[in-house]
């Protein structure tokens, strides 16, 4: 049954992406703050979507914590749905992103559309130099950078690798942290159009003020924070 019920999603994906995406096309002349609110009601719906076909809910605490102002957001990337419910919190949001998923038809031209940061991954230093400069200038502007900080998606277990850049991004730009938690992973696993039916934990963590600490704590606290949560979310013991 799971698979004939996430079968319909992705026909449904399929059938309303390129719709979707091209509203989203036709509205790029349109101030991003109020884009970005288009794509904030598309996310809704397709979490409705999956909720009423693949019986996958979600359920998050920690608002409380999410500052008035604009920052910097270091989610788990395990999966397809946190792209999707970041949409619902934070408007507008830009992405730090490899730039081989601009080339992603559908998909890729709504990021390109989206104000995201596009990195060559193997060009060291000088995507380095991008995430800073352009990352503390998307903040300056109002809007939310999402970073996912291992730089690739994960499956519940896998030992965790956090990158320096988006620390280093917070560092230089002065722009505090907010760390994001999540269990996706085990029901919408990465590599798998299979989505188990349940409930999808979200933690949003407390503020790391980023003007209190060095570029190497600001990743070892985020990373402490974000690990040893997933520990009491996940709905297994995967050590």
């Known amino acids: 049954m799971a698979h004939i019920r996430s079968t319909l999603y992705l026909a449904f994906m399929w059938l309303t992406v390129p719709i979707a995406t091209s509203i989203f096309l036709i509205a790029y002349p349109v101030p991003y703050k ?20 693949c019986g996958l809910k979600f359920e998050i605490s920690g608002m409380e914590n999410i ?3 604009p920052c910097i ?15 619902l919190l934070f408007t507008p949001q830009v992405w730090i992103l490899k730039r081989e998923l601009l080339w992603v038809p559908f998909f890729g031209w709504t990021l ?9 991954r193997s060009s060291g230093k000088k995507a380095l130099n991008q995430i800073i400069e352009k990352g ?12 996912f900080p291992e730089g690739t998606r994960k499956r519940p277990g896998d030992e965790p690798d956090y990158k320096i850049g988006g620390a280093m991004l917070a560092s230089k730009s002065k722009f ?3 760390p994001i938690a999540h269990n996706a ?23 790391i003020k980023s003007n209190e600490l060095s570029t190497k704590q600001i990743k070892q606290v985020s990373e402490q924070w974000i690990e040893s949560t997933l520990k ?8």
């Open 34 to 53: 109020y884009r970005s609110k288009l794509i904030s009601s598309w996310s809704r719906i397709t979490l409705h979507v999956l909720s009423f076909i």
């Open 67 to 69: 500052p008035e102002k």
């Open 73 to 87: 957001i270091f989610c788990k990337h395990q999966s397809t749905w946190e792209t999707m419910a970041l949409q």
């Open 112 to 120: 390109a559309s989206m104000k995201s940061i596009a990195i060559d």
């Open 136 to 147: 503390t200038q998307r903040l300056e502007e109002g809007n939310w950078v999402v970073i």
């Open 176 to 178: 505090d942290v907010l």
């Open 185 to 207: 992973g085990e029901f919408w696993p990465k590599g798998q159009y299979v989505k188990k039916a349940g409930t999808i934990k979200m933690v949003i963590g407390p503020i």
């Open 232 to 239: 009491t979310i996940y709905e297994k013991d995967y050590s």
